[in-house]
C-alpha cells in the first residue's frame, strides 16, 4: 500500500491511524491506495500502537434462536459487558453454527476486524481455534475447547457438577436414575456425564450400557422434554433425574407432571447452570451453580492480559449444588 500511494510506510501508517500531522497530498495518495487494494487496517497491530483496544469479540457458534434463547448466554455477555465496562474497547457479538454461519465467523476473525476474542460454546467440530491460532489473535475460550486445549480457557468443574448431581440424588434415597446429558460433542456435555457416571458407579449403581438410563438432549428446553418423554418410556419407575441444563430439566419437570408424576415425590430432579429458569421453575429446580459472573469476569481479565502481551493460565473455577424443592 505504501508503495502504491509513493510514500513511506511510517507515512502510510499515520494515514490509516488518523495522525492529523500528515500532509494533505499523502494523505489523499494513501487514501487512494487504499480504495485501490480494498486495504482493512489489522486492528490488532493498530493497537499495538495506539495501545488501547478498539473491539473485543464475543464469539458463539451457535443458532441465533439458542443463543436469544437460553439465559445462559444473556448472562454471559451481559457479565463480560460489564467486566469491559471502564475499558474503551466496544464489545461485538459474532455467531452462528456450522454452514454459512460458521463461514462468517471464520472470515470475520481472519478480517482483523477485531483485537481479541472471548469464545462462549464450542463444538469438536468447528474451525474456530484453528483460525485463533493461524491468526495469531488474542482469546479466550469460556469452556474447555474439546481435544487437546492450544489456547487458554476458563471453565466451571463440570466434571464434579456431574458427580454432585449424582451423589445428591443417592442421598435422597433416589436409586432408578436417569439423565439428559448435554451434547457429546462440547465438553460441558461430556464431562458431565462422565461425573454423573462416575457418582453412579462409587454407589454401587451400574453404569452398564444396556441398563444405563441416559438420553442426550441440546441443552434446549425442547430436546430436555422429548427425552424425558423417551427415559419414562424406557423405565416408567424411574426415581430420579439428572438434567445437564436448566433449560432441559424445566422441560423434563413438565413432562413428568405432564404423565402423572410428582416431583419431588415421586420423581427428583437435578439441573445445571443455577439460570434464572431455575428459581421460576414449579417446584423451584435443585441445580448445579455454572459461575458464569466469576467466568465472565476471568475470561475478560485472561484476554486483557494477553493483549497486553502477557501470557496467561487455564482457570477451573469449583462449584456447588444448590438445593431447592425439585430434588
Request: aromatic share 4%; proline share 6%.
Given at each position: 500500500m505504501?508503495a502504491r500511494?509513493?510514500?513511506s510506510r511510517?507515512?502510510?501508517?499515520?494515514?490509516?491511524?488518523e495522525?492529523?500531522r500528515v500532509?494533505?497530498r499523502a494523505r489523499?495518495?494513501?487514501?487512494?491506495?487504499?480504495?485501490?487494494?480494498?486495504?482493512?487496517?489489522?486492528?490488532?497491530?493498530?493497537?499495538?500502537v495506539?495501545?488501547?483496544?478498539?473491539?473485543?469479540a464475543v464469539v458463539?457458534?451457535?443458532?441465533?434462536?439458542?443463543?436469544?434463547?437460553d439465559?445462559?448466554?444473556?448472562?454471559m455477555?451481559?457479565?463480560?459487558?460489564q467486566?469491559?465496562?471502564?475499558s474503551?474497547?466496544?464489545?461485538?457479538?459474532?455467531?452462528g453454527?456450522r454452514?454459512?454461519?460458521?463461514?462468517k465467523?471464520?472470515?470475520y476473525?481472519?478480517?482483523g476486524?477485531t483485537d481479541g476474542?472471548?469464545v462462549?460454546s464450542?463444538?469438536?467440530?468447528?474451525r474456530?481455534?484453528?483460525v485463533l491460532?493461524?491468526?495469531?489473535?488474542?482469546a479466550?475460550y469460556v469452556g474447555?475447547?474439546?481435544g487437546?486445549p492450544?489456547l487458554?480457557?476458563?471453565?466451571?468443574?463440570?466434571?464434579?457438577?456431574g458427580?454432585?448431581?449424582?451423589?445428591?440424588?443417592?442421598a435422597?434415597?433416589?436409586?432408578?436414575?436417569?439423565?439428559?446429558a448435554?451434547p457429546?460433542d462440547?465438553?460441558?456435555?461430556?464431562?458431565r456425564?462422565a461425573?454423573w457416571?462416575?457418582g453412579l458407579a462409587e454407589?454401587?449403581i451400574?453404569t452398564?450400557p444396556?441398563e444405563?438410563?441416559?438420553?442426550?438432549?441440546?441443552?434446549t428446553a425442547?430436546?430436555g422434554?422429548e427425552?424425558?418423554?423417551?427415559?419414562l418410556?424406557?423405565?416408567p419407575e424411574?426415581?430420579?433425574?439428572?438434567a445437564?441444563?436448566?433449560?432441559?430439566?424445566?422441560?423434563a419437570v413438565h413432562a413428568l407432571?405432564?404423565?402423572?408424576?410428582?416431583?419431588p415425590?415421586?420423581?427428583?430432579?437435578?439441573?445445571?447452570?443455577?439460570s434464572?429458569?431455575?428459581a421460576?421453575?414449579?417446584p423451584p429446580l435443585?441445580?448445579?451453580?455454572n459461575?458464569?459472573?466469576?467466568?465472565?469476569?476471568t475470561?475478560?481479565d485472561?484476554?486483557l492480559?494477553l493483549?497486553e502481551?502477557g501470557?496467561a493460565q487455564?482457570?477451573?473455577?469449583?462449584?456447588?449444588?444448590?438445593r431447592r424443592t425439585?430434588?
Amino acid at each position: 500500500m505504501a508503495a502504491r500511494a509513493g510514500v513511506s510506510r511510517a507515512t502510510a501508517s499515520r494515514v490509516v491511524n488518523e495522525d492529523p500531522r500528515v500532509r494533505p497530498r499523502a494523505r489523499e495518495a494513501v487514501a487512494a491506495a487504499v480504495a485501490e487494494l480494498g486495504y482493512r487496517p489489522n486492528r490488532a497491530a493498530r493497537s499495538l500502537v495506539t495501545r488501547e483496544a478498539d473491539s473485543i469479540a464475543v464469539v458463539v457458534p451457535e443458532a441465533e434462536d439458542r443463543v436469544f434463547g437460553d439465559p445462559f448466554f444473556a448472562a454471559m455477555l451481559g457479565g463480560i459487558t460489564q467486566a469491559l465496562a471502564d475499558s474503551p474497547a466496544q464489545v461485538l457479538l459474532a455467531m452462528g453454527r456450522r454452514g454459512q454461519g460458521g463461514e462468517k465467523i471464520e472470515k470475520y476473525l481472519r478480517g482483523g476486524y477485531t483485537d481479541g476474542a472471548i469464545v462462549v460454546s464450542h463444538h469438536r467440530d468447528d474451525r474456530i481455534g484453528e483460525v485463533l491460532r493461524e491468526t495469531q489473535l488474542p482469546a479466550v475460550y469460556v469452556g474447555r475447547p474439546a481435544g487437546e486445549p492450544r489456547l487458554p480457557f476458563v471453565d466451571v468443574d463440570n466434571h464434579a457438577g456431574g458427580r454432585l448431581a449424582a451423589e445428591h440424588l443417592i442421598a435422597q434415597g433416589r436409586r432408578r436414575l436417569a439423565t439428559i446429558a448435554g451434547p457429546q460433542d462440547m465438553t460441558p456435555g461430556a464431562d458431565r456425564l462422565a461425573g454423573w457416571r462416575e457418582g453412579l458407579a462409587e454407589a454401587g449403581i451400574s453404569t452398564d450400557p444396556h441398563e444405563d438410563l441416559t438420553e442426550v438432549g441440546d441443552f434446549t428446553a425442547a430436546s430436555g422434554g422429548e427425552a424425558m418423554q423417551r427415559l419414562l418410556a424406557l423405565s416408567p419407575e424411574l426415581d430420579g433425574v439428572f438434567a445437564a441444563s436448566d433449560l432441559m430439566a424445566v422441560s423434563a419437570v413438565h413432562a413428568l407432571q405432564a404423565a402423572g408424576r410428582r416431583v419431588p415425590e415421586d420423581v427428583a430432579v437435578v439441573g445445571f447452570d443455577d439460570s434464572s429458569a431455575a428459581a421460576l421453575c414449579r417446584p423451584p429446580l435443585t441445580t448445579v451453580l455454572n459461575p458464569v459472573a466469576a467466568l465472565a469476569t476471568t475470561a475478560v481479565d485472561m484476554l486483557l492480559r494477553l493483549m497486553e502481551g502477557g501470557e496467561a493460565q487455564s482457570v477451573l473455577i469449583d462449584t456447588e449444588l444448590v438445593r431447592r424443592t425439585s430434588a
